[in-house]
């Protein structure tokens, strides 16, 4: 299969200047990228005029079937929230409801241009399945929660899952879903769960997902329990020795992102969530300074409401400027680069977040001729500033175009409402 | 003229519950909100069904020719970039430009349900007339430049503008244009200035805008020159004798706000802008507890870079949460009353913003269908966190319906396009 872009404005990264050029996507790679188009006929070709070509975003942290509890519990303490909406929500969450949410986060993430997905929550092969049907690319996780010291992990039921979702999943589909191994949080983990789950990533090669200092009551109740921060207890236990990445990070001290960029760990950022549940605004600049690899992610859609990276960045180029006071922080173009190649790093998968030949094919283009983009002078200033989610015309994840003006081509909407509907009416009678 | 809005749901603060009624509009008023549809026959039915009928949304404070300048000199320091970007930009602007300029901007506010804006620029008389061919509403003003202690104001060529926009629109078909009158700020003017504008504002019984406190710098510097904020220094030359409409407010100490209160000034709170230029997050908690009424701006497109009041809105549902740790902070429900009626009230338009009988038909369909707005628990919720702009289906000012559907009934969208290329095009050669 052979797919031409012509016409395609690339960002100035590439070198392109403001010439338009054609890009063949054979099979699920970038195969050539020239200014004219090339002689060979293609399957299918499709003008880019008018758009902008950019690489997919990556999602780098998710709970992908919360979007069943969209808009349910707002405004409330997070404590309030999580314990009379939330966990008794959760409870009741079944294989179908969690599939069919997971399902309508993916037509919402498509539509938004986001090509992977990192996921922790239950019933995760639910969410695989979801994936596979979708041809959307996803990290997926199930988390290990073990209060007890003397527990014998192997038979916990999480982590009986967590086993079979990596021996069913991991690398299915040429690699399209990984599966990491997750620890919840430092303050749901006793450190001999931690040690033997570190251990299991380290048999499977993969990687680890983890929440991390995402407020400050976690930050310093670990501090008082162990006498060192959640970074200092997940290097401690071995976790970092596995590729890891850890979501959120507001509260990290500097020796935490020193201890972070020493072990090549990335860094979810949650720009959306972190405001909305009151939880701070994490330390950007001095994890970029630090050499620490930060993605974009989204949470959960109960406390975001959206899976929408270009959300992510948009939030993100507003408030480290306005919290630091400093309009010159956060520029457009390193967001840019955090929400597409940092989260491709952030999943190990390092032939993605770019256009270059050889690359997966996970492409976005992005229409510059709305009203609210012009006068465009700078296409990162657009994405960053006058972009909407809206203007997205088409995602392509590994060659294959899910999302085209407005139409999906691997999910059937109609039967994604009704099987919303029909499983979400009756949720919470 | 009537138009029957039937099968609308009202949000709950309109005591129908989740019933959907009918809403009859006659010329430029609500006639009537019935839960079944009225007999007499209307000249035009719309069926609401699956749309949310809202108050249209008021933007309190915008520069609205800066469309021109959108994009152009990111990420830049404050200094640098009004100095080495956009004050030599302004000095090239006529009034051609900043007709099609204003148009842009108007078009971009239409679509994103915005009944109404308060403007602050030059050429105000090309704003004049492309709010009244667009059919759009909005308060007007040319704001004074004083420094010299001795000069003669009345021969101001600001001045002069200023005098005349009001002789000519102020009141201009049946109030759709109010022209205020505006001091530019209190670093800009000195206090004799602003003592013969607030004279001459109430001569027209019209009201003010400024610039307040946006800055710290500007904060410090005036009480370092008089001894007092830049609040009490607009109370003490008279100016908040006349109804104020305040921009910014970010840097304003309870004293001010108690003076505010007093004074029944109200506020334009800019979140987007104020973190895109570094100024801060104004304390929005304390205004609303003393009583100041707050509106919502979008400050001018170069510091924004859109105009749009939802976006506004979903950014102040974030950011007072996140900088002050409390997620109950800014509730849904409240932004989006700041953002309809407060935005009226900032106006002087008392029939405006709310759905009443007697009302102006000011009104707004958002399209709750959209796969990013399911499940809907809140229709508050949905609005503050996951509604996008591109969910407006229709924008009515004054009982004319003027957007719909991606489509334009008073702006030729082709005409604009060509005009704005032409007028644009050359503008920084």
């Not at 509260?251 to 909305?276: C, F, Q, R, Y």
Request: a negative charge; one cysteine or more.
């Amino acid at each position: 299969m052979k797919i031409l872009l012509k016409n395609a404005t690339l960002l100035p990264e590439y070198g392109y200047g403001s010439r338009r050029v054609s890009v063949l996507v054979k099979d699920k790679k970038i195969a050539g990228i020239t200014e004219q188009p090339p002689e060979a006929p293609a399957d299918e070709v499709i003008d880019c005029a008018g758009n902008l070509l950019i690489p997919a975003f990556y999602n780098a942290h998710c709970h992908a079937a919360m979007t069943l509890f969209r808009g349910y519990g707002e405004d409330l303490p997070l404590q309030r929230w999580l314990e009379e909406k939330i966990f008794p929500a959760e409870e009741r969450l079944t294989f179908r409801s969690v599939y069919h949410a997971s399902m309508l986060a993916i037509a919402e993430m498509l539509r938004a241009g986001i090509a992977s997905f990192s996921d922790m929550y239950m019933f995760e092969d639910a969410v695989a399945e979801a994936v596979l049907a979708s041809g959307i690319k996803a990290n997926l996780s199930r988390s290990l929660v073990s209060f007890d010291p003397d527990g014998d992990i192997a038979r916990e039921p999480r982590m009986i899952e967590a086993l079979r979702l990596a021996e069913w999943y991991h690398g299915y589909d040429d690699g399209r879903i990984l599966v990491d191994f997750s620890l919840h949080a430092e303050y749901t983990n006793v450190p001999r769960a931690c040690a033997y789950v570190a251990e299991v990533a380290g048999r499977f090669h993969t990687g680890m997902q983890i929440h991390l200092s995402e407020t400050e009551k976690e930050h310093r109740e670990c501090i008082a329990r162990w006498g060192k921060t959640p970074t200092a207890f997940f290097r401690d236990t071995g976790v970092l020795e596995n590729p890891t990445c850890a979501a959120h990070g507001v509260w990290l001290t500097d020796e935490d992102i020193a201890v972070l960029a020493e072990k090549k760990a990335s860094v979810a950022h949650n720009p959306v969530s972190n405001l909305k549940l009151g939880s701070g605004v994490m330390p950007l600049g001095k994890l970029l300074n630090a050499g620490v690899n930060v993605a974009l992610g989204t949470d959960g859609a109960a406390s975001n409401n959206r899976l929408d990276i270009l959300r992510e960045l948009q939030t993100a180029a507003l408030i480290h400027k306005g919290v630091n006071r400093d309009p010159s922080l956060a520029p457009a173009r390193v967001l840019f680069a955090l929400a597409t190649r940092g989260g491709a790093l952030a999943q190990r998968r390092e032939d993605c977040g770019r256009i270059g030949v050889g690359c997966r094919a996970d492409l976005v283009l992005i229409d510059r001729s709305p009203l609210h983009n012009l006068p465009c002078y700078d296409d990162y200033a657009m994405l960053a500033y006058s972009a909407e989610t809206a203007d997205v015309r088409m995602t392509m994840v590994d060659g294959r175009i899910l999302y085209r003006n407005g139409e999906y081509t691997s999910i059937d909407e109609e039967r994604l409402r009704y099987d919303c509907r029909e499983t979400f009416a009756h949720y919470f009678e």
